[in-house]
């Protein structure tokens, strides 16, 4: 075999490693999603510990729509494992539509894109325990980590999305946020993605 064809048959070999490899992530991510969806079915019919995964440390909590967006399933525990599979509710706040603010943490490239186009008066949906609870987007704004913290108690259900910013950043990581604050909506009429 020349030289010239060794180097060849080398790349094309690596070619089709990177796009195999690739192509896992993608698998890998559409399985764990349609797995994280059975269980949010299970949970939704009765079983309270439906993990998405036997191994798994975390169950589904509830379903958020956000307009021009796909309906996402919320993990509970807003460790980096379960950011990695979607939006995840911080332990440390309340169940979404509960009295008290809820804190719904997502990636700024994956799930929570869509936050990048919302605006006060967009309507949110949450669904959890069969009750479908409306919320309208009252304020949005990007905030520092480093000195800003999120107030946990409100007087009636809340929800605060919170993701990184900016959204098209090169390096991951930064200290600010995008943060979408939503109150409990009066009327679900005009409220966006159908019952």
Not at 4 to 15: D, K, T, Y
Not at 20 to 41: M, N, P, T
Not at 77 to 104: C, K, Q
Request: proline letters at 7%; charged letters at 20%.
């Amino acid at each position: 075999m020349t030289r010239a064809r060794a180097f060849a048959l080398l790349a094309a070999l690596a070619g089709v490693t990177c796009l195999a490899a690739g192509g896992w992530i993608y698998l890998k991510a559409s399985l764990a999603q349609a797995l994280i969806a059975h269980a949010w079915e299970r949970r939704e019919h009765g079983d309270a510990h439906a993990r998405p995964w036997p191994w798994a440390d975390t169950v589904p909590v509830a379903r958020l729509w956000v307009p021009n967006g796909p309906a996402l399933y919320v993990l509970e525990g807003d460790s980096g494992r379960n950011l990695a599979f979607g939006p995840a509710h911080d332990p440390a706040s309340v169940l979404p539509g509960e009295r008290g603010n809820s804190v719904i943490a997502g990636h700024r490239d994956t799930a929570f894109r869509a936050l990048r186009g919302l605006q006060p008066g967009d309507r949110l949906r949450i669904e959890r325990g069969g009750r479908k609870v409306w919320f309208a987007v009252s304020d949005v704004r990007v905030v520092d980590s480093r000195r800003t913290r999120i107030a946990l108690s409100a007087e009636r259900p809340q929800l605060t999305l919170v993701t990184c910013y900016p959204f098209d950043a090169l390096v991951p990581g930064g200290p600010l946020r995008w943060v979408v604050t939503a109150d409990l909506a009066r009327s679900a009429a005009g409220a966006g993605p159908s019952d």
